[in-house]
Structure formats: structure tokens, C-alpha cells
Nanobody, 111 residues
Framework: VRLVESGGGLVQPGGSLRLSCATY????????MNWYRQAPGKGRELVVA????????NYAESLKGRFTISRDRAKSTVYLQINNLKPEDTAVYYC?????WGQGTQVTVSS
């Protein structure tokens, strides 16, 4: 299994981003997919845990309403939509599945 994140960048507060996690060698319909983030100087934090085929997704309580996970089976890609970005969302965002981490994508929220 290999996971490759993309879509991060520098965005102003209030903006939006869609992060992508392209999967390779991953049984898309049989494993859950999680997104985590790690802010500077802090530990890795779970953003959302999605079960097999994305039927049920559990978001960190403090992040509900601004973060949305979705899947595109045809592209073997999982997305994380982030709206109304805040400076405290600045972090490296990682996808995780089947015991494998991606390399992460940097999100920086700043004016």
C-alpha cells in the first residue's frame, strides 16, 4: 500500500482547501481511511476516521462542520475538504490506511 497526499498550500483565513490522498495497492472498499494532522510542536491529532467504503465517518468533535471526507472509487482517491480555514488549522496533514502513512501535505493558514 502506498498513499500520496497533495493539495496543501498557503491560504488566507476563511479560505478552503481540498486535500487528496491517492492510494496505490489499496483495497479501496475493504479498509477504512483516516486523516490526521500535526501542528508545529504538537502531537499527531486525528481529524476524521472513515470506515470501509466511507459509510460512517467520525470527526474530531472540535472540527465538526468544517471538515468533510469523501472518496472517489474510480480514482482510488480520498479527499479532505476543509472550509473556513483558521490559523490553528496550520499543520501537516496525513492520510492513514492499512497500517500505512502518507508523506503528508503542509497546510498553512495565514494572512
Amino acid at each position: 500500500v502506498r498513499l500520496v497526499e497533495s493539495g496543501g498550500g498557503l491560504v488566507q483565513p476563511g479560505g478552503s482547501l481540498r486535500l487528496s490522498c491517492a492510494t496505490y495497492g489499496y483495497a479501496f472498499d475493504y479498509y477504512g481511511m483516516n486523516w490526521y494532522r500535526q501542528a508545529p510542536g504538537k502531537g499527531r491529532e486525528l481529524v476524521v476516521a472513515s470506515n470501509t467504503a466511507g459509510g460512517v465517518s467520525n470527526y474530531a468533535e472540535s472540527l465538526k462542520g468544517r471538515f468533510t471526507i469523501s472518496r472517489d472509487r474510480a480514482k482510488s482517491t480520498v479527499y479532505l475538504q476543509i472550509n473556513n480555514l483558521k490559523p490553528e488549522d496550520t499543520a501537516v496533514y496525513y492520510c492513514y490506511a492499512a497500517g500505512t502513512w502518507g508523506q503528508g501535505t503542509q497546510v498553512t493558514v495565514s494572512s
